[in-house]
């Protein structure tokens, strides 16, 4: 029987995976010409967008395993923004809080986004997404409550 925080690492990261490839797909259909540019920052999305996707279904493979579902939900907690560089990516959920010099905006979002940008004149500003630190803090307490079955009994 699966378990609702389970559940709810399985669906965040192999859900939240696939559509995040979907949206990634939606949006280079959209474009009329390809650069090298666009084949960086869609390849870098769809490639952790498909790493999602293997950690969530390494975890369900192996519920003791949980690295990879925890590196896949720590590379969606930071949102930053420069002129020089822009990262954000969320996988079927986020919850973001963004400080730009004198303002702060919180955002939310229901389904997958990336923003990746190289020399695009962002203003500077730093955020979080606390969806997904609270997904990692699920993981990390599933880590601690699930049995170590590699222990030998002295029976």
Request: aromatic share 18%; with cysteine.
């Amino acid at each position: 029987m699966i378990r609702k925080s389970e559940a709810l690492l399985l669906i965040s990261s192999i859900g939240g995976g696939f559509a995040g490839i979907t949206v990634t797909f939606g949006q280079i259909f959209n474009i009329s010409y390809f650069t090298l540019g666009h084949f960086i920052i869609f390849g870098s999305a769809l490639s952790l967008f498909g790493y999602f996707i293997y950690a969530g279904l390494s975890f369900a493979n192996d519920k003791i395993n949980i690295k990879h579902l925890k590196i896949a939900f720590l590379l969606q907690i930071p949102w930053f923004t420069s002129p020089i560089l822009s990262y954000k990516i969320a996988s079927g959920l986020s919850l973001s809080c963004l400080f730009y010099p004198g303002s702060f905006n919180f955002l939310y979002n229901i389904g997958s986004d990336f923003s990746f940008g190289i020399f695009d004149g962002q203003t500077w500003g730093i955020g979080f997404n606390l969806a997904a630190v609270g997904l990692y803090f699920v993981a990390m307490k599933y880590t601690l409550s699930v049995p170590n079955k590699n222990l030998k009994s002295d029976s």
